[in-house]
Structure formats: structure tokens, C-alpha cells
């Protein structure tokens, strides 16, 4: 009976500790949830931009942009935060500061290949193609996607698909 007693007791205690680590958990690091919720906001901007619901996207993306900014805050070295910030503020019509956000992330990780790309799109929709050939150039060997993204909106720029 003693053991079935220490028994139940060490299940109650390490049913209860594992209860206690999932509830810290979900709070988490606060620059990772708010990126996480960053992105989510990034797709469902991205869902009502294809069926062009423009309007509300611009307003998910600058939500999103808000969380990615808190994120920064605590983590100014990650180039990843740098790239969606960029990425939300071009989304938005912000095309300054999403340059200036691509290139801070690009000091930290100029092989950044989500950063290259977004800022090759950023040029082509600012209409310096130059500037977005060399952004492909960096892109050349990587064999990613981002490479091939960014070729056929330089290829295709008399049609919006960025």
C-alpha cells in the first residue's frame, strides 16, 4: 500500500510540474512569441492580398509590423526580425525604412538570402533594376528559391507579382 502511495504521489507531483512548465512555456520567450504572431499576421496578410483584398492586408502588415518592432527590441541582432520588418513595411507602402531594415539585417548576414531577394524586389518595384541584378547576383549560387522568385519578378517587372 506504501508504494502505491509513493507511487500516485510522484505521479501527482511530476503530473503537476509538467503542468506548471506548460503554462511558463506558453508565455515563452517574448521577442519569439511576438515574431511568431508576426508571421502568422504576415500569411493571413499574404491570403487576402491574393484574393485582393488589399486594404485589410495593408492593415494585417502593419499589425504585424508592430509585433516584429517589439521583437527587435529585444533582439536587435537577428537578421531574420530585420527582414520582416523590411518585408511588412514595403508591404505597407513604407519602401525607405523596409530598405533601411534590409540593409541593417544584410550587415549582420549579408548572405541572407529571404533579405537578398525581398530587397531585389524592393528595387525592382522602385524601379532600380540595377540594384535588384545585384541582389540576384549574390542570390546566383545558393540554388534556392529566392534566387528564381527573384529572377522572374525582374524578368516579368511590367507585372505586379511581388
Known amino acids: 500500500m506504501k508504494k502505491i502511495i509513493i507511487l500516485f504521489l510522484t505521479l501527482l507531483i511530476s503530473t503537476n510540474a ?21 508571421i502568422k499576421l504576415v500569411e493571413r496578410a499574404g491570403k487576402l492580398e491574393k484574393k485582393d483584398k488589399l486594404e ?3 492593415k494585417l502588415y502593419s499589425q504585424a509590423f508592430k509585433k516584429f518592432d517589439k521583437a527587435y527590441l529585444k533582439d536587435k541582432k537577428n537578421p ?3 527582414n520582416y520588418l ?12 523596409a530598405e533601411d531594415y534590409y540593409l541593417k ?20 518595384q522602385t524601379n532600380r533594376i540595377d540594384k535588384a541584378n545585384e541582389r540576384l547576383e549574390i542570390l546566383k549560387n545558393c540554388n534556392c528559391d529566392e534566387y528564381k522568385e527573384l529572377e522572374l519578378i525582374i524578368k516579368t517587372r511590367g507585372t505586379k507579382i511581388y
Open 18 to 38: 509538467f503542468a506548471a512548465g506548460s503554462d511558463s512555456s506558453s508565455s515563452g520567450s517574448s521577442e519569439q512569441s511576438m515574431y511568431d504572431e508576426g
Open 56 to 58: 485589410k492586408a495593408k
Open 80 to 82: 531574420d526580425i530585420l
Open 86 to 97: 523590411g518585408y511588412t513595411s514595403r508591404k505597407s507602402g513604407n519602401f525607405s525604412a
Open 105 to 124: 539585417g544584410l550587415s549582420i548576414n549579408p548572405k541572407h538570402n529571404g533579405i537578398n531577394e525581398y530587397l531585389g524586389e524592393l528595387y525592382v
